[in-house]
């Protein structure tokens, strides 16, 4: 039995192409217990790197809702975020956790004086 993973990305981030479907029916095989999806937001990545980390709550927590529904009493899913940290607009990052429903947060450091 392989333990719950709370650091699990999809094609709601840019950094993954895989459908999260696909990564619960590989949970489910592997007898996981559960699975928590975390994918990226960071405000003010650079545009200069060509990624966009802007995670659309509201799509995102539809699409965990629906999987939640669909694999109910299979596997736990959770729906988390892998939030970038940065001081300078902590608010911003505050506000956007508390005023969304998430199992889970992870606060990582991506960036250091803009790069």
Known sequence: MYYPDHHVHTN???D??????????KAIR???PAICFTD????DYPSRYGVDFHLQPD??????ADLKERFEGRIDIRAGVEIGL????????TDYIV?????FVIG???????K
Do not use: C
Not at 59 to 64: D, E, I, K, S
Not at 86 to 93: F, V
């Open 30 to 32: 592997l007898g996981m």
């Open 99 to 103: 005023s969304h429903d998430w199992d």
């Open 16 to 25: 993954s192409n895989t459908p999260p479907v696909r990564q619960v029916r």
């Open 59 to 64: 799509t995102y927590l539809r699409a965990m």
């Open 86 to 93: 940065e001081s300078a607009i902590k608010d911003k990052i």
């Open 40 to 43: 990226h937001m960071d405000f």
């Open 12 to 14: 709601f981030s840019p």
């Open 108 to 114: 990582s450091i991506h960036m250091a004086e803009r």
